[in-house]
């Protein structure tokens, strides 16, 4: 009897031991996979503090002068101007630069909704750098950011609390380390590429996958349309990279990403500030398109996008209406934002 208790006691214990194993074998893999997680976690901070740091430029001024004070992200409703230039390292331009695409956001925190307005390359507007009426996209070379960024405000009259100015290397490396994005080519057409080789991008019409330097060609093409429909473009593309970076599946991307960011992007955002950005993403990022509306222009032989004059207040009460600004219109110039939709002509 005693022999048989002793004997069922081993194979009590031996289960058990065997039950423990089958535990270890779970729960390491689990705290292995937890650890790495954090490792990563804390390794991509850590870029990311890096990467904003070395981007960082004031762009020549401490807050915009349409502000009574600087403004916090976390708890205020903000503006941030992406500036997309046409420099490049073949083209040694940077000096020199011209705004390829010119976009408004503005960020509503309670709402977490964001207004993109896009402005169109060719718009006649007055350039304060210089003092006289040009094409928006001269501002840029006139005087970098600074310039864009006063015209931008005395075009809107909003105040432009934050920019980002990336190149064509950034576009190309961001889609390319989230390893494509979905689009929707509206027609077949052939394009140069980032290094200014003609024909390099060979694209058919359809929704497909595109990659970096393939997206960066549907980005630019006007040649069989215009520039209110590149801006359209545009909006939907930055959509597309959102929606994609916003995506579990991109989390290991992230590292190439902040690469690819770092080296071709210059902004006056700190990492504190950039940060609180993050809550926009992970609640689900709505975002309401929206182009300028406007007509030819075409004096002297030179062609203008003149904007529209009589909608202007329109553009103004949507945008200080989503960032709760309640200071008097100044500016009474001519451009209108219209909801970019399929019955909108422009």
Known sequence: MSNHKTTQTRVVK????KVRKRVYLILIPIAVAFLSILGYGAYLYTKADTVLSESYEDGGREKS???????????????????????????????????DALMLATFNKDEKTVNLVSIPRDSYVHIPEVGYE??????????????????????????VDYYVKLN????VDVVDALNGITVDVPYEFKESNSMDQRDAIHLYAGEQEVD???????ARTRKLDNDIQRGKRQMDIIKSVAKKAASVNSILNYDDILTAVGDNMTT???????????????????????????????????????????????????????????????????????????????
């Open 14 to 17: 031996r289960r058990k031991r």
């Open 65 to 99: 002068p349409l502000r009574d004070a600087e403004v916090d992200p976390s708890i205020d409703n903000v503006s941030v101007l992406i500036i997309g230039v046409d420099e490049n390292k073949h083209r040694d331009n940077g000096s020199n630069a011209r705004s």
């Open 268 to 346: 006056n955002m700190t990492f504190s500030d950039m940060k609180t950005f993050i809550s926009y993403g992970t609640s689900g990022l709505d975002i309401e398109s929206y182009t300028l509306e406007g007509y030819d222009y075409q004096p002297a032989g030179t062609y203008y996008w003149q904007l529209d004059e009589v909608a202007l207040n329109d553009t103004k009460i949507l945008l200080k209406d989503h960032l709760e600004i309640t200071n008097p219109i100044v500016n009474t110039g001519g451009q209108n934002a219209v909801e970019d939709d399929s019955t909108n002509p422009y």
């Open 134 to 159: 040009d094409k928006i996209t001269h501002a840029h070379a006139y005087g970098g950011p600074k310039a864009t960024i006063d015209t931008v405000e005395n075009l809107l009259d909003i105040p």
């Open 168 to 171: 064509f290397h950034a576009f």
């Open 212 to 218: 970096g330097e393939e997206a960066l060609a549907l």
